[in-house]
T-cell receptor, first 114, second 110 residues
Framework: NAGVMQNPRHLVRRRGQEARLRCSPM?????VYWYRQLPEEGLKFMVY????????ESGMPKERFSAEFPKEGPSILRIQQVVRGDSAAYFC????????????FGSGTRLTVV | SQQGEEDPQALSIQEGENATMNCSYK?????LQWYRQNSGRGLVHLIL?????REKHSGRLRVTLDTSKKSSSLLITASRAADTASYFC??????????FGKGTRLSVIA
């Protein structure tokens, strides 16, 4: 069981480019969560998805950010027209239904906007 | 919004000492969880305590929960240098996603 896989580990984008972050949940986990972490800060919730459904996107900025979790393939967090303030670590977590035993986190994608 | 607030923000102790971190939260919860994050890595789930539990142990970890005060503590006994990390509490209310605090940075000096 490979755990939650995120790629890339590091991503550098110029201002105005698009960033695509991928997350493959643990086998058997149907719930995916995306969090953002700024340096020396805790994790801020962004979006919660199940297969083909966005359940809660209350933490997503209204513009430029989108997320999907298709029937086949990984979950994708997409940031269009990146700005310097988007530089952060983006973590994906997964859980089975019910969240009984907590989340399993990936190692994160560190996005740097130059 | 930030639900859990850990204190202290930073803690430095000698190897072998006990480390205590506290977490306060604002709304009613189903359970409270503690996670650990090594520098530059993802979070690792340590322990979960349900709202009807008062204390839970796992190895050198002891967690308490006081729902009347909306607070929890994480005690690490006989600390080791390898315990150096950031520790976060996170609360779960119903089917909403976990809400994390800002964390306590623990340094254990050998």
């Amino acid at each position: 069981n490979a755990g939650v896989m995120q790629n890339p580990r590091h991503l550098v984008r110029r201002r105005g480019q698009e960033a695509r972050l991928r997350c493959s949940p643990m086998k058997g986990h149907s719930h995916v969560y995306w969090y953002r972490q700024l340096p020396e800060e805790g994790l801020k919730f962004m979006v919660y998805l199940q297969k083909e459904n966005i359940i809660d996107e209350s933490g997503m900025p209204k513009e430029r950010f989108s997320a999907e979790f298709p029937k086949e393939g990984p979950s994708i967090l997409r940031i269009q027209q990146v700005v310097r303030g988007d530089s952060a670590a983006y973590f994906c977590a997964s859980s089975p239904p019910g969240q009984v035993n907590g989340y399993t986190f990936g190692s994160g994608t560190r996005l740097t906007v130059v | 919004s930030q639900q859990g607030e850990e204190d202290p923000q930073a803690l430095s102790i000698q190897e072998g000492e006990n480390a205590t971190m506290n977490c306060s939260y604002k709304t009613s919860i189903n359970n409270l969880q503690w996670y650990r994050q090594n520098s530059g890595r993802g979070l690792v789930h340590l322990i979960l305590i349900r709202s009807n539990e008062r204390e839970k142990h796992s190895g050198r970890l002891r967690v308490t929960l006081d729902t009347s005060k909306k607070s929890s503590s994480l005690l690490i006994t006989a600390s080791r240098a390898a315990d150096t990390a950031s520790y976060f509490c996170a609360t779960n209310s119903g089917n909403t996603p976990l809400v994390f605090g800002k964390g306590t940075r623990l340094s254990v000096i050998a």
